[in-house]
């Protein structure tokens, strides 16, 4: 198995010049608290934007303070290509951090959440802050969980409009769209680019409207099929990152 993960902040990287470091605040509490890390355990320290370092515990200290050595000087994780984009539909109750988390444990880079027109859920005012903040550190705690060094981006919600004009900068631009009848392609047979961005965009429960289709069509992007079965919205974003992770050769 491969080491736990921690953050650390992405200032101290650029600086660090090997030797220990103290892992402390709610990173230290949740290596020697929660994960119970003791001496002689591998670790690896991450800013979560590619960059890390490889060490060993050399001491828990109280509560919240775990002592690092053997640090190595920094690595980076390229980036990977070609990069995928998800613009989330916003689900319902806690189905909306479920969607995020699964797709972070999958591999996607980033997450647009999506007011669609046919969204129950419309994050407004406060409650809209709360639940973005919500998706990002679900979006941290998943990264940690499954051994990133990138952890995706969560960015700010996104209207209609300001998906279209992602859609339209896109080398590869998709709605998920189960009408066959409509016209929709299967994504697994789909033409997908080697490198650059793929964008990929999850409806609602209740679909895409005929409008947003239409918006998102002139801006260039196709509709495409998973499969038979109807996926929900918080489970078809992983179902089709895993597929373009596996198409692109991101998984091999």
């Known amino acids: 198995m491969t080491a736990p993960v921690f953050i650390l902040d992405p200032l ?3 600086d660090f010049c090997g030797g220990e470091y103290v892992l402390d605040g709610p990173e230290g509490r ?23 370092m490889e060490g060993v515990v050399k001491a828990a200290e109280g509560k919240d ?41 999958t591999g996607v880079d980033a997450i647009v959440p999506w007011a669609a027109s046919r969204c129950i859920t419309q994050w407004k005012g406060e409650r809209g802050l709360k639940a973005l903040a919500k ?11 499954s051994r990133r060094l990138r952890f995706p981006e969560v960015a700010d919600a996104a209207t209609s409009k300001q998906v279209a004009a992602l859609l339209a900068k896109a080398d590869f631009a ?20 080697a490198e650059g961005e793929i964008v990929l965009v999850v409806g609602p429960e209740g679909g895409v409207s005929p409008e947003e289709l239409a918006l998102f069509e002139e801006a260039g992007a196709k509709t495409y099929r998973l499969g038979r079965s109807v996926l929900r919205t918080s489970t078809a974003g992983t179902a089709a990152t895993a597929l373009l992770l596996g198409r692109t050769g991101r998984w091999s």
Do not use: C, F, N
């Open 12 to 14: 101290v990287l650029p």
């Open 30 to 52: 949740h290596a020697v608290s929660v994960r119970r890390m003791r001496a002689g355990e591998d670790v690896v320290l991450t800013d979560g934007r590619g960059r890390w």
């Open 65 to 105: 303070r775990l002592v690092v050595m053997d640090l190595e000087s920094v690595s980076e994780e390229p980036a990977p290509q070609p990069r995928i984009t998800v613009v989330q539909a916003l689900p319902k109750g806690d189905r909306g951090e479920l969607a995020v988390e699964t797709m972070t444990e």
């Open 135 to 145: 998706w990002r550190a679900t979006a941290r705690e998943a990264g940690k969980q």
């Open 174 to 193: 998709a709605v998920l769209h189960e009408d066959r009848e409509y016209g929709s392609e299967p994504l697994a047979t789909a033409e997908l680019p």
